[in-house]
């Protein structure tokens, strides 16, 4: 997907100022947030690359006039309205309307830490041989999916050097849609930075991305 939450890479935005000591959190409402994440993917049922796909999926008007927990939080109004749990009515007036939905499952405090330390581990075993090995030359395809991809768009077209495999992984694109985890393997794939922007960028530049099988194809 083409959309303004993939701007690396991109002008216009400036430098990147990271904030010294920045906090975990800015406020209390963004702790909320991301525990209410969490704890509605038992009752709604959605996987991190939806999740991630209804965080994304929004006009470049509406992501940028945002911060990172309010992207986050509109996130959570889509998943829960799409599955029934909360209405947007309910949303906009802030209470409840209807009945809750019957049959959901609920994450209880009690068990928030050991599905925290469990985690969602994403290696699956392999169905067959990795395409390509340590050191080999690749290009990113220049394709564009309309729903979820983690391929980069400034990578895309792109020639780089495979310097590492990580095994078998949930391929995000088909999961995000719910059309089944179809594993793939996953490479990290290093770019010269002026492969990827020119005479321009500095020699000594290097951008390393992680990349599934399906988004690679032989350099010529």
Not at 38 to 53: E, H, Q, V
Not at 82 to 104: F, M, T, Y
């Amino acid at each position: 997907m083409n959309g303004a939450h993939d701007m690396g890479g991109v002008d216009g935005f400036g430098a990147v100022v990271p904030e010294p000591n920045e906090p975990v959190f800015h406020g209390d409402w963004e702790r909320r947030v991301l525990a209410l994440t969490l704890a509605m993917a038992k009752p709604g049922g959605w996987n991190i690359d939806m999740s991630r796909f209804a965080r994304e999926d929004r006009s470049p008007a509406d992501y940028l006039s945002k911060s990172y927990y309010q992207i986050w939080l509109a996130g959570l109004e889509r998943l829960m309205d799409e599955r029934n749990l909360v209405s947007i009515p309910e949303i906009d007036e802030s209470r409840v309307l209807q009945p809750p939905k019957a049959g959901v499952g609920v994450l209880a405090r009690d068990d928030v830490a050991a599905m925290l330390r469990r985690g969602g581990p994403t290696e699956r075993d392999a169905a067959s041989q990795a395409m390509f090995a340590v050191g080999d030359r690749v290009r990113m395809k220049n394709i564009h999916p309309k729903g979820h991809t983690r391929l980069p768009r400034y990578v895309r077209g792109h020639v780089g050097v495979v310097e590492r495999l990580h095994g078998c992984h949930v391929f995000p694109d088909t999961n995000a849609r719910g059309a089944g985890e179809a594993p793939q393997w996953l490479y990290t794939v290093r770019f010269t930075g002026r492969e990827l922007w020119g005479e321009r960028a500095d020699a000594s530049t290097a951008i390393s991305v992680d990349a599934w099988e399906s988004y690679l194809e032989p350099a010529e």
